[in-house]
């Protein structure tokens, strides 16, 4: 989907500016926090660690919700969707718990049933997310191939920017689950994933400075370039 995760490319952001070398971890004590319940909320949400149910989640955040709160903010309410998805905790549950820590008095809702299309698959983070894929490449190194030019409805991680055009083949890297059925519970699916180079001209006119720029592809993205 096309979320605001998806920013790359897009103008309007401001200056970048790289975080100092000696900087700390966590910058703030509720950081490291916010860090560990979002690794806790995966597990107790999935049943395992996802990662791609985990982005697909940040994705979905409010411009407030992603931006605003800050880097782990926004950890902490991908945590709180992820929870409240799962049936593990009500809508509306932690602001009732925040406000009763307070000094008030108020209810918790009840927690709902689980979503008929929730349902977790997820392995344990150890297992990571390389896998064998049964089949050949399509494509080799040196081919020129073209991004799809689609717009997917759930998650994946074909980057706005670069749909529809064209780059060449760098390297094949091994296989991988396949993120925009993983973070459905819909499987794993492994495909080959491909080192793709693209001009920056190609990417965003003639009027940019030249420089080549590298993207991981999986498969499914990318076809011939005829």
Not at 38 to 46: D, E, G, K, V, Y
Not at 200 to 211: H, Q
């Amino acid at each position: 989907m096309d979320g605001l995760a998806d920013m790359g490319g897009t103008p309007g952001w401001g200056t970048l500016r790289p975080p100092k070398r000696d900087e700390p971890v966590f910058a703030e004590s509720w950081q490291g926090r916010a860090f560990a319940l979002t690794l806790l909320s995966s597990r107790l949400a999935f049943g395992g660690y996802n990662a791609d149910a985990f982005r697909h989640a940040l994705e979905r955040l409010d411009r407030t919700a992603y931006l605003d709160d800050g880097y782990y903010g926004r950890w902490l309410n991908c945590a709180e969707l992820m929870l409240t998805e799962s049936a593990t905790l009500a809508p509306g549950a932690i602001d009732a718990r925040a406000r009763n820590l307070r000094g008030g008095q108020v209810e918790e809702p009840p927690v709902p049933e689980p979503r008929p299309d929730y349902a977790p698959t997820a392995a344990p983070v150890g297992a990571g997310s390389l896998r064998p894929v049964d089949t050949p490449p399509a494509f080799a190194v040196g081919d020129r191939v073209r991004t799809r030019a689609v717009s997917v409805p759930g998650h994946t991680r074909l980057p706005a920017y670069v749909r529809g055009h064209v780059g060449v083949v760098e390297r094949i890297q091994p296989g991988h689950v396949l993120p925009d059925t993983n973070a459905h519970f819909q499987g794993e699916n492994p495909q080959h994933v491909y080192s793709v180079r693209f001009d920056s001209r190609e990417l965003w006119g003639t009027d940019v400075e030249p420089f080549a720029l590298t993207v991981e592809m999986f498969e499914s993205y990318l076809e011939t370039n005829a």
